[in-house]
């Protein structure tokens, strides 16, 4: 599967953005999908999943409440809807696409930077 990110950019403190990943092919609803981040200097991070039939997420405790992963398997995209963002948020961005049969296939977006700058 091939993964193509859009929607990062620059946002000031407290603004939303909306992240999208799209995927191809036609076994979307096969994975699990996931977020991270790499803030600069640090290493990378969990931010959030959902699992393939949208029904459970999992968030980081720093994006609880502020963050919202979704999916539509019928268009084969996911979302990372961001609201309240903070300079600490600034960090380039990667979904992820996890094998519901095979954990050990993964495969990752090209990543989007996202600013939180005023």
């Known amino acids: 599967v091939q993964l193509v990110q859009s929607g990062g950019g620059l946002v000031q403190p407290g603004g939303s953005l909306r992240l999208s990943c799209a995927a191809s092919?036609?076994?979307?609803?096969?994975?699990?999908m996931s977020w991270y981040r790499q803030a600069p200097g640090k290493v990378l991070e969990f931010v959030a999943s959902?699992?393939?039939?949208?029904?459970?997420?999992n968030y980081a405790d720093s994006v609880k409440g502020r963050f919202t992963i979704s999916r539509d398997n019928a268009k084969n995209l996911v979302y990372l809807q961001m609201t309240s963002l903070k300079p600490e948020d600034t960090a380039v961005f990667y979904c992820?696409?996890?094998?519901?049969?095979?954990?050990?296939?993964?495969?990752w977006g090209q990543g989007t930077q996202v600013t939180v700058s005023s």
């Open positions: 959902i699992t393939s039939g949208g029904g459970g997420t």
């Open positions: 092919g036609s076994t979307f609803s096969t994975y699990a």
């Open positions: 992820k696409a996890t094998f519901f049969y095979d954990r050990t296939r993964n495969y």
